[in-house]
């Protein structure tokens, strides 16, 4: 019975153990890489679920983490692919001055999926773009496994 009601909770969104689950994952991956980071989990709503400063990661991630989760599930996107598609004459071009500025365009975020259905999105800063978006991946992939 638990696993149905585990099962119901996870298709309605992204519960706090999941978050967990995939903030772990992150942490495995920034670890394997040798990089500290701030990693941020939200639901549906791109309201904040959990997050986690690793031990070292820099300050001025935090907020960075979360609006990249943020902006992975308000345009259901991976930040990275909305920064190729927000440059100069391209069709998103200015769209990080929108939403307050949450927006951001550049790698480490990454839609969190059900059946293909987005329902809620994970966050990494704290590295170099390339490393902020493999542990998002990483991140990303537990959410579903």
């Not at 890489?33 to 791109?46: E, L, R």
């Not at 990249?68 to 069709?91: P, V, Y």
Request: charged share 20%; no cysteine.
């Amino acid at each position: 019975m638990a696993t149905k009601k585990s099962e119901t909770s996870k298709a309605l969104g992204v519960t706090l153990e999941a978050a967990r689950k995939v903030i772990r994952a992150g942490e495995e991956k920034a670890a394997a890489i040798g990089q500290p980071m701030n990693i941020a989990v939200v639901d549906a709503g791109a309201n904040l679920v959990a997050f986690e400063r690793m031990e070292g990661a820099w300050i001025g991630s935090i907020n960075i983490s979360i609006n990249k989760a943020f902006t992975s599930r308000a345009f259901d996107i991976e930040t990275k692919a909305l920064g190729e598609n927000s440059q100069s004459g391209d069709q998103f071009f200015g769209i990080h001055a929108s939403n307050h500025g949450r927006v951001m365009i550049f790698a480490g975020g990454v839609p969190l999926k059900v059946n293909g259905q987005v329902v809620g999105g994970v966050g990494v800063s704290g590295g170099s773009g390339k490393q902020d978006h493999a542990v998002a991946e990483a991140a990303a992939a537990a959410f579903n496994s």
